[in-house]
C-alpha cells in the first residue's frame, strides 16, 4: 500500500462533465494538498486542508472545488472545465508542524476536451 | 513572497559523468529546502532535504545537495549518473510552520535531466 493514492490515473472529461479526482493517504499525516503540473510551468498550489478545514485557496476557479471529508480523505470535484485545465494533478500529505516536507501520489493526468 | 528558481531547463549528460544542477532561492528567513525528482507518469520522489545543521546533506540515489546561504543556493549533485537517472528535477522551499497551520512548498520549473550513452 503506497503512502499516498490517487485515483483515478487517468480522466478524460467533456467541458459540460462532472467528474472527481479522489486522494487517499495511509501515513497519519493532518494536511493534504493539491497541486497542479502544467506543462512548462512550475507547480501550482490549489489546495491545502490542515486538520480539515481549508487554509489556502490561491484563487483557483470555482469550477474546481475541493473536499475533505477526514484526513485521509480528499476530493478535487470538476465541473465545466475548459481545455487549458488539462494538466496532472498531484495530491500530497504531511505534518503540519515540522519541516513541511511533502509526500506525493502519483498524480491524475486530466484531459480536456 | 518566497521563490525558487532552476536556471538550466535542460541537461545532458553522458552516462558515468558527474552531474550538477542549480537551485537558487530567494526567502527573506533560513528556509527549508528540498530536492524532489520526478519520472515521466509518476508523482514526485524526495530525494533530500535541508532543515539546518551541516550544509551539506546526504540523499538517497547517491545524490547530496550543498546549502550555501551567501549565494542563496542548494545545488545539487551527482558524482557519477546512471541511465535509470533520466528525469525531470525539482527544487523546493518551505517555510517554517507556526501555529499548525500548512503553506505547502513553493517549487522550481524543474530541470529535465538527459542521459547520453
Known amino acids: 500500500e503506497t503512502g499516498v493514492t490517487q485515483t483515478p490515473r487517468h480522466l478524460v472529461m467533456g467541458m459540460t462533465n462532472k467528474k472527481s479526482l479522489k486522494c487517499e493517504q495511509h501515513?497519519?499525516?493532518?494536511?493534504m494538498y493539491w497541486y497542479k503540473q502544467s506543462a512548462k510551468k512550475p507547480l501550482e498550489l490549489m489546495f491545502v486542508?490542515?486538520?480539515?478545514?481549508?487554509?489556502e485557496n490561491n484563487s483557483v476557479p470555482s469550477r474546481f472545488s475541493p473536499e475533505c471529508p477526514n484526513s485521509s480523505h480528499l476530493f478535487l470535484h470538476l465541473h465545466t472545465l475548459q481545455p487549458e485545465d488539462s494538466a496532472l494533478y498531484l495530491c500530497?500529505?504531511?505534518?503540519?508542524?515540522?519541516?513541511?516536507?511533502?509526500?506525493f501520489g502519483e498524480g491524475s493526468r486530466l484531459t480536456v476536451l | 513572497a518566497q521563490s525558487v528558481t532552476q536556471p538550466d531547463i535542460h541537461i545532458t549528460v553522458s552516462e558515468g559523468a558527474s552531474l550538477e544542477l542549480r537551485c537558487n532561492y530567494s526567502?527573506?528567513?533560513?528556509?527549508?529546502l528540498f530536492w524532489y525528482v520526478q519520472s515521466p507518469g509518476q508523482g514526485l520522489q524526495l530525494l533530500l532535504k535541508?532543515?539546518?545543521?551541516?550544509?551539506l546533506v546526504q540523499g538517497i540515489k547517491g545524490f547530496e545537495a550543498e546549502f550555501k546561504r551567501s549565494q542563496s543556493s542548494f545545488n545539487l549533485r551527482k558524482p557519477s549518473v546512471h541511465w535509470s537517472d533520466a528525469a525531470e528535477y525539482f527544487c523546493?522551499?518551505?517555510?517554517?510552520?507556526?501555529?499548525?497551520?500548512?503553506?505547502?512548498?513553493?517549487f522550481g520549473k524543474g530541470t529535465h535531466l538527459i542521459i547520453q550513452p
Open positions: 535541508y532543515f539546518s545543521g551541516d550544509t
Open positions: 523546493a522551499v518551505g517555510a517554517r510552520w507556526t501555529g499548525g497551520g500548512a503553506d505547502g512548498l513553493t
Open positions: 501515513l497519519g499525516h493532518n494536511a
Open positions: 486542508y490542515s486538520l480539515e478545514e481549508r487554509v
Open positions: 500530497a500529505s504531511s505534518q503540519p508542524t515540522g519541516s513541511g516536507e511533502l509526500f
Open positions: 526567502y527573506g528567513a533560513t528556509p527549508y
